[in-house]
């Protein structure tokens, strides 16, 4: 499996770089910094040149033009906090770049065995100066505050080499006032209150605007040899460093920038957290750093271990996806996972249900002391969960909203924002895997339980029984083009699923006498309970008996089909130039709905009605959503169409490695990266997870060899590799664990076992 992406320099037109800034970017779930180059581009170029850290938010205003009680009129966005990659070298006075001088040779790649970003250049100047640098960047993963870059210069004539940084707080974030996926206005949202200075140490201290959060970041020069000069001095926006040395042909200088972030969410004294820990970085020196870096992926991948035979380029493609992922989860209860995590600002660093569903299993399965973490911050916002619900006019329970960063809805479109209480069923979902996953019966005591019983309060105060059936009125599912709908099947199975398990984990922990806390907290009742059971059996679940097929909702079959035939390619996405009650009234879905509903919720409906519900949503969906492909692959190969989920998988496990959505300018698509791994692990590997245990029925696609997959199941490790003609089990460690393959037990052992593939 190739562990690296390599982009040469090529045309260094802004388009590329603008993607590049994404694709490359070191993140490590605390923060992330974008991929420009250090030195800058030419005037002109409008890229995104950003650092974030997660959960670290401003407030912006977002008035309505009709202010109706409980519309959003304020919001949450991620902020682009302090720059801290402004480094320049200069040969001969000219600037060293792939924009100056007379030869530029090299390119950047990213390597995800080291976790660093690489970049070289070989340049030679029109005043006689020549170099070859090396440059390094790296986001630690062991130690979350610190970034690093780190220069390598070798001077191939005599000349005097100067390195000028800038650790600067004049810093604005992004905006598109003609995409509704970014910020529509430009703004500064940091504010200075103390910039410090002692010599090749720099700290800028911030504030939000709004929110107050403070931000701090320091900057440590340090150079590998005394230089011939150096000056420092700071102003009202930052701190300035140069430093000169008088350099022989054949000559190197290393020169390390190490920056260490901190924030008033994580610490209370920000300032010193943020010093401390760039000053034990600076101590052990960036070799340690790296070789932290080298020991904490290679047990990453070693946990992972996922990709396919036969088709090298795919392999890359997940490997690429599942790094970011890492790259993009946090690590604390203060942040999640944004739908473009730590790599741009679209969506304005928001969390959506993209991670429960799409992200999340990915961590249950091979990382699940993470997967806790993000349910950590699910939990940590469950008040402000509540009080949306009370805000919606629920006396009870617990309704997440749609977009936040701090619990608070920050969607002002309610009609596709906060009407999707969908939500709360990805959120419930996840808790039930995560369990079922790892047995982590703490996590249940302390959190998960509680989320569970919130949630079922929400639905039984939502539904309304109606001829002996519980119904869901006026939601959203997951298909945006349809809105404020009678019974949408996915919600309605979304409650019933959630609704089942609220009731029998509070039954099993309450066996365990660990539902004490819970209890304490819900105050729920046995009435409660009752009723969330006959709710869950009476839910209203829409079948259409002629087509035998899934409705999307009560009135989707009653409209007019969209001929997507006949819309000119440069109409998509439709939401971009098409209202939205027009596509209201039209069968036209922006993504999967009804076919997700039955990868999730599989056992609710039998094979034929889930393959006729297939072909029927295929024809009318356009897959404008980046959430889409990958979920019609995994019900493809499920219902035995391998080829067709093959087709489904290659279109989407490169969306951002191919810019095929335009937009990964402004970031990556992480729940479109979980999905890839999805559809490998649960489509074509077949894996369910339930109270039961594993079950596996793999199918292969004629274009691989085979491929392969390692699973954390309780205290297991598993590896499954599947072949032309066999499927091959076996355990990391000693021990024992049953897996239905093909519907047949097999005891799975360190020893590998071999079946024949069906």
Known sequence: MKLSINRPYGSLGQKQLSVEETLLHNANGYFGVRAAFEEGYPEGYATVRGSYLNGVYDIEPMPQAEPLYGLVNEKQTMINVAEVQSIKVYAAGELCSPFTGIRHEGGRTLDMSEGVTRRDLAWEGEHGGKVRMTITRMASFTRLPIFVVAYRIVAEAEEEIAVVTRHDADVWNFSDPNDPRLASTAERHILVDDIRQNGRVSTIITHACRSGIRVVSSVFETPD??????????????????????????????????????????????VDASFEAGRKAVADGFPVLLKEQDAYLSKFWENVDV????????????????????????????????????????YEGHYFWDTEIYVQPFFTLTMPRLSR??????????????????????????????????????????????????????????????????GDESFMEEMGLEMLLEIARLWLDLGVYVDGTFRLNCVTGPDE????????????????????????????????????????????????????????????????????????????????????????????????????????????????????????????????????????????????????????SIVAAKL???????????????????????????????????????????????????????????????????????????????????AKKEVVLSLRESGVLPVSLYDRVVRVTDKPVEVPRC
Request: a negative charge; aromatic letters at 14%; charged letters at 25%.
């Open 640 to 722: 035995g169409l391998v080829e067709e989920a093959y087709a489904y998988l290659g279109d989407s496990a490169e969306i951002d490695l191919r810019d095929s959505n335009k937009n990964t300018k402004d970031g990556i698509h992480t729940a479109n990266m979980g999905g890839g791994y999805l559809a490998l692990v649960f489509g074509f590997g077949g894996l369910r997870v339930d109270a039961a245990g594993i079950r596996l029925a793999p199918c292969l696609p004629s274009a691989w060899k085979g491929y392969h997959f390692t699973i954390r199941y309780r205290d297991k490790v598993l590896r499954v590799t599947v």
């Open 481 to 632: 083009y349809t809105c404020l709908v009678d019974n949408n099947y996915y919600t309605n199975a979304s409650a019933k699923y959630d609704l089942w398990w609220a009731v029998r984990y509070y039954r099993e922990m309450e066996r365990k006498g660990k539902a004490q806390k819970a209890k304490r907290n819900t105050g729920i009742t046995e009435e409660e309970l009752s009723a969330f059971s006959r709710a869950s059996d009476a839910v209203y679940l829409p079948y259409d008996e002629k087509r035998d097929i899934t409705p999307q909702d009560d009135s989707f079959l009653e409209k007019k089909v969209w001929d997507l035939d006949a819309t000119p390619k440069d109409k998509f996405p439709l939401l971009l130039h098409y209202h939205p009650l027009t596509l209201y009234r039209y069968q036209v879905c922006k993504q999967a709905d009804a076919v997700l509903a039955h990868f999730l919720y599989e056992p609710l409906v039998g094979e034929s009605t889930r393959y006729r519900t297939f072909r029927y949503y295929e024809k009318i969906t356009t897959h404008d959503s980046s959430l889409s492909k990958c979920i019609f």
């Open 225 to 270: 040899r005394v230089p011939d000069e150096e000056s420092h001095h700071c102003d009202a926006f930052g701190a300035d460093n140069r430093f000169l040395f008088t350099m022989k042909q054949g000559d190197v200088v290393g020169f390390t920038h190490i920056v260490s972030f901190s924030d008033s969410l994580r610490s209370r004294d920000p």
């Open 307 to 346: 990709g396919v035979e036969g088709d090298d380029e795919l392999s890359s493609a997940l490997a690429f996806n599942v790094y970011e992922l890492l790259q993009s989860a946090s690590r604390d209860q203060y942040g999640h996972l944004g739908a473009k995590g730590l790599s741009g600002e679209g």
């Open 373 to 438: 973490n993000l349910l950590s911050y699910r939990y940590a916002i469950l008040p402000e969960a509540r009080k949306n619900a009370l805000l919606l006019g629920h006396e009870k329970g617990a309704l997440y909203p749609w977009r936040t960063i701090n619990g608070k809805e920050c969607s002002g479109f309610f009609l596709s924002g906060t009407a999707q209480y969908h939500i709360d069923g990805a959120i419930a979902y996840a808790v039930v895997q995560y369990y079922q996953v790892t």
